[in-house]
């Protein structure tokens, strides 16, 4: 089992630049899959990114490859996530999530975090 927290959101001008962090924590982090989620005003919740356990796979939504980039610190039990080229679009509650599984990940994860809000600014 794992717990997930994320930090980091914040308001940013369209252009600019943020990092949000998971912070996780139980004895299996190291072997779980971590992926990234948004939801807007309205819409709904949207798969953003994944990335595997060593952090030799990465896998990004076609919205927002080559402005974001996913890693992971395991010795600090952290999964981030480095958003460039903001545009006032990415404004969302972003999610970190976690599974086993690599699909599941991506699809309906075992494991939720509550959310940080991102606004950016035009």
């Known amino acids: 089992q794992v717990q997930l927290v994320e930090s980091g959101g914040g308001l940013v001008q369209a252009g600019g630049s943020l990092r949000l962090s998971c912070a996780a924590s139980g004895r299996t982090f190291n072997r779980y899959y971590m992926g990234w989620f948004r939801q807007a005003p309205g819409k709904e919740r949207v798969f953003v990114g994944v990335i595997s356990w060593n952090g030799g796979w990465k896998y990004y939504a076609d919205s927002v490859k080559g402005r974001f980039t996913i890693s992971r610190d395991n010795a600090k039990n952290t999964v981030y996530l480095h958003m460039d080229s903001l545009k006032p679009e990415d404004t969302a509650v972003y999610y970190c999530?976690?599974?086993?599984?690599?699909?599941?990940?991506?699809?309906?994860?075992?494991?939720w975090g509550q959310g940080t809000q991102v606004t950016v600014s035009s």
């Open positions: 999530a976690a599974d086993v599984n690599q699909v599941m990940v991506q699809t309906k994860p075992g494991y």
